[in-house]
C-alpha cells in the first residue's frame, strides 16, 4: 500500500476558515481482504489534527465503495476528491496526521473497521512538496 501527498494545490481563507486542496495518489491493493462473506468494502483516506477550537478535528480526503473483487486495486495520479476545511483557520504550520482505513461490510456478521497506519507531516504555511507514505499491510 502506497499513498503519496502529492501537491497542495490551494490554500486559503475560506468563509472564516481555511481551505486546503490536497492531491493524492494511491496504490494500494485490498484484494487480501476479498472473500465469500465481503458484501463491500469502504475504505478512505482522512486527515487528523488538532484545532485551537476543536481539538480533535478528522476529515476525509478520500473515499471509495469497492462492490466487486474486480475492483480492489485502487490506483490513481492527482486525485482531489473532498478539500481539507477548517472553520478555526487552524491548517496554517498545523501538524496532520494522514491515515488509510477501511470497513468491511459482511453479507453475514458485524461491521469491522480497520486503520493500517497513520503518518505526520507539518502543514505549510504557503506551499508543499511531494511527501511519500508506505502503511504497514494489516490484513485480518
Request: net charge neutral; hydrophobic share 40%.
Amino acid at each position: 500500500k502506497t499513498m503519496q501527498v502529492h501537491n497542495l494545490r490551494k490554500l486559503a481563507r475560506f468563509r472564516h476558515g481555511d481551505r486546503a486542496v490536497l492531491t493524492l495518489n494511491l496504490d494500494i491493493d485490498i484484494s487480501p481482504l476479498w472473500n465469500w462473506n465481503v458484501k463491500q468494502i469502504f475504505v478512505f483516506v482522512a486527515a487528523d489534527y488538532r484545532g485551537s477550537v476543536n481539538r480533535r478535528n478528522s476529515v476525509v480526503l478520500f473515499d471509495q465503495i469497492i462492490e466487486r473483487s474486480e475492483d480492489t486495486h485502487i490506483q490513481g495520479k492527482d486525485i482531489v476528491k473532498y478539500p481539507l476545511y477548517d472553520e478555526d483557520e487552524d491548517l496554517r504550520n498545523m501538524d496532520i496526521q494522514l491515515k488509510f482505513g477501511y470497513d468491511i461490510h459482511p453479507i453475514f456478521g458485524p461491521l469491522s473497521v480497520f486503520v493500517t497506519g497513520r503518518h505526520g507531516f507539518p502543514f505549510p504555511e504557503k506551499e508543499m512538496g511531494a511527501t511519500n507514505y508506505t502503511f504497514p499491510t494489516v490484513y485480518t
